[in-house]
């Protein structure tokens, strides 16, 4: 299922960001979202998920994406555990007296699924999505046949004998993020290796 975006066009408006195409705004705002989701590795906004993760002798299974409201299931080698019994809720970690670890050749996967995320967007995260959105739009509005968004950055220009030089490393679309951008938003979320099965 498609998360809704992190930000609104009504956040590109407080922002004065210029948008004339509905549908074009929304879909970089989608783009935007998802990008920061990528670098987050976690949804950020509140959602229900159902991820597989593996645990090992330790009692603790810390469950990526805080804050963690609620979990619903716990499964484990195909079993269903039992909340109160089997496990518990502590801190947004699962607790197990016998440690997560099946014992057998092979490594086996906890299926949590949970309630997870934030109520509300923080509103540095809204400005970055808006930011990146609206480098898109401008770079979307540069040339009337869209090839704007395939022109590499100019990081400085010449007169004398013209010269041009484009930002190889600056990455492919105005939706790239930084590397310290990233590592902040992953640092920041609580993103893991977890394998997301899916959200809603």
């Known amino acids: 299922m498609t998360l809704a975006p992190l930000a609104t066009t009504d956040d590109l408006d407080a922002r004065t960001i210029a948008w004339d195409d509905q549908d074009l705004a929304e879909t970089y705002l989608g783009v935007a979202s998802a990008s920061v989701r990528d670098a987050a590795g976690v949804p950020i906004s509140r ?4 991820v597989s993760l593996f645990g090992d002798d330790g009692q ?13 299931t716990v499964t484990l080698d195909g079993g269903a555990l039992v909340q109160g019994t089997d496990w518990a809720l502590v801190d947004g970690a699962l607790f197990r007296v016998c440690g ?9 996967p ?5 309630t997870h ?7 540095d995260v809204v400005d970055l ?7 898109a739009l401008v770079a979307a509005a540069a040339e009337d046949d869209g090839s704007g968004l395939a022109v590499d950055r100019i990081v ?18 105005e939706m790239e993020l930084a590397d310290r951008t990233r590592d902040r938003l992953r640092s920041r979320f609580g993103g893991t ?5 899916g959200t809603r």
Do not use: F, Q
């Not at 997560?100 to 086996?108: A, D």
């Not at 999505?129 to 480098?135: E, K």
């Not at 290796?193 to 099965?197: I, R, Y």
């Open 193 to 197: 290796g977890a394998a997301m099965v």
């Open 110 to 114: 906890a299926v949590v699924t949970y």
């Open 47 to 50: 959602v229900t998920s159902t």
């Open 117 to 123: 995320g934030l109520a509300e967007v923080p509103a």
């Open 129 to 135: 999505v808006c930011r990146l959105t609206a480098s």
């Open 100 to 108: 997560w670890r099946v014992c057998g050749p092979l490594p086996v």
């Open 60 to 72: 603790w299974l810390r469950l990526p994406g805080p804050p963690v409201i609620s979990v619903a």
């Open 156 to 173: 400085s220009e010449r007169l004398g004998d013209y010269a041009v030089t484009y930002d190889k490393a600056s990455g492919a679309t």
